[in-house]
């Protein structure tokens, strides 16, 4: 069987995050997630509210570094639950119970600038080392820059 989701919307809130009687702790989250098409009546776009639950290193995660208006990109599965409401009704509840959360924006003005692209729960953003040794076999000597100015006319590049 397969039960996949990805969705990517905008935090309706901030992050709340609990811990179970055991300890764990667990995120919840909406999202606000546009629909790729038109109303055909009002002529434009609706937006879907979808729960979001994380559980333990990705809850924590969450609750650290998501604030209310973040784009967020969410990988994980469907799960339809039932539930007694305060009334007594039975009811059931959608929610996506989230592996991977990932940043969908660009940090924010005045957090450093940078980007946040790609990165998943459990380390923030830092920018990737260099490589040890550059492509094509070639080592620039210790303390020499790896790249030289080209001197002459920029019509005889190849490109």
Same mark, same amino acid.
């Given at each position: 069987m397969l039960n996949r989701i990805i969705i990517m919307g /905008?935090?309706?809130a901030d992050p709340e995050l609990r811990t179970t009687p055991?300890?764990?702790p667990v995120a919840t989250v909406r999202l606000a997630v546009d629909r790729d098409f038109k109303n055909k009546q009002t002529g434009e776009r609706e937006t879907d509210f979808i729960n979001v639950v994380a559980w333990r290193q990705t809850a924590e995660f969450i609750? /650290?570094?998501f604030t209310k208006g973040r784009m967020a990109v969410v990988e994980g599965r469907l799960q339809i639950r039932p539930y007694t409401d305060r009334d007594g009704n039975k009811r059931t509840?959608?929610?996506v119970v989230a592996e991977n959360f990932y940043f969908?924006?660009?940090r924010r003005d005045g957090d450093g600038g940078g980007s946040y692209g790609g990165q998943s729960y459990g380390q923030p953003y830092s920018a990737p080392a260099a490589p040890q040794q550059p492509a094509m076999g070639y080592s620039a000597p210790e303390g020499e820059d790896q790249f030289a100015e080209l001197v002459g006319d920029e019509n005889d590049?190849?490109?």
């Open positions: /905008r935090l309706v055991t300890g764990t609750s /650290r570094y509840a959608a929610e969908g924006d660009s590049l190849p490109f």
